[in-house]
């Protein structure tokens, strides 16, 4: 069993700062990819950002400049600092990892419970 546990969320004005972090935890034996989707009332689910286990960042084009993703592979974490918010940036934000059980073995993909991210105008 892999859980992903994310944290940070809340509620921040147009222009404020915000940090989420998720943890993976369980039968892990390496993680791939890591990284943050997020879904809006009505919108599809989102890739925001991404990284891999050597550090490439790949980010959605609406938070460039803005958002930044970080990993700490020793505690198979990420974090994301979220700086400049704005309203459209309010979302249920899900962090997600790629990650394998053995050497060798095929990848899976574990997902966070959300964590709600409120922009006010």
């Known amino acids: 069993q892999v859980q992903l546990v994310e944290s940070g969320g809340g509620l921040v004005q147009t222009g404020g700062s915000l940090r989420l972090s998720c943890a993976a935890s369980g039968s892990i034996f390496s993680i791939n990819r890591m990284g943050w989707y997020r879904q809006a009332p009505g919108k599809k689910r989102e890739l925001v950002a991404s990284?891999?286990?050597?550090?490439?960042?790949n980010y959605a084009d609406s938070v460039k400049g803005r958002f930044t993703i970080s990993r700490d592979n020793a505690k198979n974490a990420v974090y994301f600092q979220m700086n400049s918010l704005k309203p459209e940036d309010t979302a249920v934000y899900y962090c997600y990892a790629e990650f394998s059980y053995y050497s060798g073995g095929s990848y899976y993909q574990a997902w966070g419970q959300g964590t709600q991210v409120t922009v006010s105008s």
């Open positions: 990284t891999s286990s050597g550090g490439s960042t």
